[in-house]
């Protein structure tokens, strides 16, 4: 079977590899140059374990192309993904400009049937708007060729896409045909051999799904975030109340986690992005913006921690953060807490050194000369006031708390992650501050 992912990027890059590991041909479209010729060149551009290996394995069987031309491998496929981007517009909304210039390329261009299936998160509609924009591009040059639309949402989590992708807790698949299901039934058969649950659905409500799963993962997190704020107010203890809550097994004990606050490139765009959904049905979506407000306010906390400390006299102070990614195993830095708090150190006059064990180069291109950069974790905390932990990379879990010592000015640790024991630290003689006890 031959099939076609259109974006590169952190979904597009992993989906058409691992449909190239189980067999299928598969050509990776991306309009940019650079990428599509770091790729050809075995270059991968993002950071993702395992992915680097896989796609030189299946370039090398010749089931893995990369083009920046959708154009020229259109007519030799049976399915094409739409896998570009779909930021937040100004208004919060989904921009799905993008997705339109894909399906309005696929409309000028295919001359056999196609099935054309969305893999970005979009909102409800959007597959119907995809359908029009190809539909409207065949009858400009007058092309009478069929072709069906679905959604197909990825459900990922970046830094173990693959093992994601591979044994997925469910495949989402909104259909309105039964040749867009035969085709589908096709390119899931593997999964669907290997008993994964593959749930076939109308188109909206696979576009739903995405959102909600999405929206209920960020507001458990919010949640938390809420109820370890007033843990600290009432002396309570919020990873006694996480494992407490978290073995009622309607609860579960996954993203339970308090912490600085969700980021990435999904949970803040689709929760305004479910949002404003709602707002152009007339509906208000009351508990989302809690949800949000919360997941703000609690990116500050830690510099409002740090501020008390110091009784707000921070100019001039080092300060050593570890950790930019928005979450460990990935270099992915959008919409990351470490974005707000690095802004909040700088404004208030410090002087910022970070280490990160990946997302060195993305902090580069975001902070430039504004910050340092460590060449380990222990330099980064030389001379530093504190020491902020806001990523829980596997390297930062058990420092050497005496090399610490000996390195920083002042022996405090505000750790965003709760990943250090409170215990622990203060008898080897630092000050520290936690999220929720
Ligand atoms: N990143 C995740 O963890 C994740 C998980 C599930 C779903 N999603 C969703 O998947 C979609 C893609 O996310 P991502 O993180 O992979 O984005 P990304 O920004 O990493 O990649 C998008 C790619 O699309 C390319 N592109 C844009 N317009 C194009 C066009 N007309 N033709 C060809 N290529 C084009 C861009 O150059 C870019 O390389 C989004 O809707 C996102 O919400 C992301």
């Known amino acids: ?90 208004d919060g909304s989904a921009d799905l400009s993008y997705v339109i210039e894909v399906a309005r390329t696929i409309g000028r261009n295919a001359n056999k049937y196609i099935l054309v299936v969305t893999k970005s998160t979009v909102p409800v509609g959007t597959a119907q708007k995809v359908r029009l924009a190809i539909q409207e591009e065949l009858d400009k040059r007058g092309g009478d060729i069929l072709f069906d639309v679905a959604s197909n949402p990825e459900f990922l989590k970046e830094g173990n896409a693959i093992a994601d992708f591979m044994s997925p807790d469910r495949v989402v698949v909104g259909i309105d045909s039964d ?55 009432v002396g309570a203890d919020v990873n006694m109340v996480r494992s407490g809550i978290g073995s009622d097994s309607r609860i ?16 803040p765009k689709d929760v305004k992005a479910l949002i404003k959904t709602a707002e152009q049905c007339g509906y208000s979506m009351d508990v989302l913006k809690a949800v949000e407000a919360v997941n703000e306010r609690q990116k500050h906390l830690l510099f409002e921690k740090l501020a008390l400390l110091f009784e707000h006299d921070l100019k001039g102070r080092n300060i050593a953060v570890w950790g930019l990614s928005f979450k460990p195993e990935t270099d992915d830095m959008r919409e990351a807490p470490a974005l707000v708090l690095i802004n909040q150190l700088l404004k208030a006059g410090c002087h910022v050194k970070v280490y990160d064990p990946i997302a060195m180069e993305e902090g580069r291109r975001i902070f430039g000369d504004t910050i340092s950069y460590a060449n380990d974790m222990y330099n980064a905390a030389e001379n530093a006031s504190a020491l902020m932990l806001l990523t829980e990379w596997k390297e930062f879990r058990m420092p050497s708390w005496s090399v610490l010592r000996d390195k920083m000015l002042q022996p405090i640790i505000l750790d965003g992650r709760n990943i250090y024991d409170r215990k622990e630290v203060e008898d080897l003689g630092f000050i520290y501050r936690c999220i929720g006890y």
């Not at 579960?252 to 949970?267: A, D, E, Q, T």
Request: aromatic content about 10%; charged content about 20%; glycine content about 8%.
């Open 1 to 90: 079977m031959k099939i076609a992912i259109v974006g590169t990027g952190y979904v597009g890059l992993v989906t058409g590899t691992c449909f190239a590991e189980i067999g299928v041909d598969v050509t990776c479209v991306d309009t940019n140059q650079s990428k599509i010729d770091a790729l050809v060149q075995g270059i991968i551009p993002i950071y993702e374990p395992g992915l680097e290996d896989m796609v030189h394995r299946n370039v090398k069987s010749g089931r893995l192309k990369f083009t920046t031309s959708l154009e020229s491998c259109l007519n030799d496929v049976e399915v094409v993904f739409c896998a570009v981007g779909t930021p937040p517009d100004e």
């Open 179 to 233: 040749k867009a299901q035969a085709l589908m039934t096709k390119l899931y058969k593997p999964f669907l051999l290997n008993n994964f649950r593959v749930i076939f659905m109308d188109i909206p409500s696979a576009e739903m799904t995405k959102y909600a799963a999405n929206s209920m993962l960020a507001t458990r997190i919010s949640f938390m975030n809420d109820i370890a704020n007033l843990c600290e107010k």
């Open 252 to 267: 579960g004990r996954k993203f339970l986690y308090p912490g600085i606050g969700y980021g990435g490139s999904c949970f």
